[in-house]
């Protein structure tokens, strides 16, 4: 269980499970990458405006577990869109920005790309779908992704538990 910081905009009351950091593990594979295990923090915070930051950070672990460097980083805005949906911006080093758009039902978020902009040195990249899930108190997440040639398939998938 959660509860709900009364100080939460009560347009982004229902993505509130959210909120919080939460540190897990998943598996990221591509046709075009070998399968890893990798690490992950998601920091999720609000300041009573309507909107959540998102930041999430993921790093390849070895077979044993240990960190062994920096993989993903992205930075971002989930915003209400209206009743029942969301929006999710997301910004990345790599030179790729997204604007992702869906549903929200009790406890689950599905969104798609509706936008993806690329600087002219980012890998190719043309569209994504994540669906993000509240299951026995943990982050359960996953994401399919069009790239490099590819059709949408399975990219990552991980199960966070809340650390605050």
């Known amino acids: ?22 540190e897990g593990a998943g ?26 930051r998102w930041e999430s950070q993921t ?27 969301a929006e999710l911006l997301l910004s990345h ?3 790729i920005v997204e604007m992702y758009y869906g549903s929200v039902e009790p406890a689950r978020v599905e969104v798609r790309t509706d936008g993806v902009i690329r600087s002219p040195h ?11 899930g509240y299951v026995n108190s943990n982050l359960m997440w996953v994401m399919d992704m069009a790239a490099v040639g590819q059709q949408l398939q399975s990219h990552v998938s991980a199960e966070l538990k809340r650390v605050d």
């Open 59 to 85: 790093w390849l672990l070895d077979d044993a577990g240990a960190r062994v460097r920096p993989l993903a980083t992205e930075l971002g805005f989930w915003r209400p869109g209206g009743q029942g949906e």
């Open 93 to 95: 080093p790599t030179g």
């Open 27 to 52: 598996v990221v594979g591509y046709p075009t990458i070998e399968s890893a295990n990798f690490g992950q923090e998601i920091i999720c915070t609000h300041d009573g405006r309507p909107f959540l």
């Open 122 to 132: 980012a890998k190719e990249y043309a569209a994504a779908s994540r669906m993000y």
């Open 1 to 22: 269980m959660f509860t709900i910081d009364p100080t939460l905009h009560p347009d982004i009351a229902p993505l509130a499970w959210l909120v919080g950091r939460w």
